[in-house]
T-cell receptor, first 109, second 115 residues
Framework: GQNIDQPTEMTATEGAIVQINCTYQ??????LFWYQQHAGEAPTFLSY??LDGLEEKGRFSSFLSRSKGYSYLLLKELQMKDSASYLC??????????WGAGTKLIIKP | NAGVTQTPKFQVLKTGQSMTLQCAQD?????MSWYRQDPGMGLRLIHY???????DQGEVPNGYNVSRSTTEDFPLRLLSAAPSQTSVYFC??????????????FGDGTRLSIL
């Protein structure tokens, strides 16, 4: 079966750095997405990785290792508005998105 | 910029009732999909469409029907509502999949309760 694993919840301090991990086992791989979802709102796109390595977008970076079935989202200089759930999703061989359950990130002052 | 518009935002139904959740996008996207989101679970694909006149089943299609008569609209019909269909429903669209320029754009969701 296909599986995406993420920690259920993480806590971090305002101004700090946090890394949210995602491991996947899917039938095929055509890319990995990270989305942010604030409580009661729709998911919004953060990043996409299809090749190994690090993609940086301002305070957010996403890393992929296809051989290890592993990705992480790195958030720097945390702000209170970063409190949200972060969803990892993998595009499988049929170009279907397989979603993780999400990681709820709590930012404390 | 309307993007993806879902209606209604909230709905309460009785078991056995039917209803249609509306979804419209104004970005001329070919790919549209319906997901349900339940606590502790990832988004699960109900049905999707790769273009007008073409629909296919996702992971959890039972109890739901869709149609795609135009590029813009992709309604989801609950045939006979059951309490297990209590969930938050999201409609999403994209110009395709598999490219960083083609992420999913989500509507604001419909919160559906079946009593």
């Amino acid at each position: 079966g296909q599986n995406i694993d993420q920690p259920t919840e993480m806590t971090a301090t305002e101004g700090a750095i946090v890394q949210i991990n995602c491991t996947y086992q899917t039938s095929g791989f055509n890319g990995l997405f990270w989305y942010q979802q604030h409580a009661g709102e729709a998911p919004t796109f953060l990043s996409y990785n299809v090749l190994d390595g690090l993609e940086e977008k301002g305070r957010f970076s996403s890393f992929l290792s296809r051989s290890k079935g592993y990705s992480y989202l790195l958030l720097k200089e945390l702000q209170m508005k970063d409190s949200a759930s972060y969803l990892c999703a993998v595009l499988d061989s049929n170009y279907q998105l397989i979603w993780g359950a999400g990681t709820k990130l709590i930012i404390k002052p | 910029n309307a993007g993806v518009t879902q209606t209604p935002k909230f709905q309460v139904l009785k078991t056995g009732q039917s209803m249609t959740l509306q979804c419209a996008q104004d970005m001329n996207h070919e790919y549209m999909s319906w997901y349900r989101q339940d606590p502790g679970m990832g988004l699960r694909l109900i049905h999707y469409s790769v273009g007008a006149g073409i629909t296919d089943q996702g992971e959890v299609p039972n109890g739901y029907n869709v149609s795609r008569s135009t590029t813009e609209d992709f309604p989801l019909r609950l045939l006979s509502a059951a309490p297990s269909q209590t969930s938050v429903y999201f409609c999403a669209s994209s110009s395709g999949l598999g490219d960083s320029n083609q992420p999913q754009h989500f509507g604001d969701g419909t919160r559906l309760s079946i009593l």
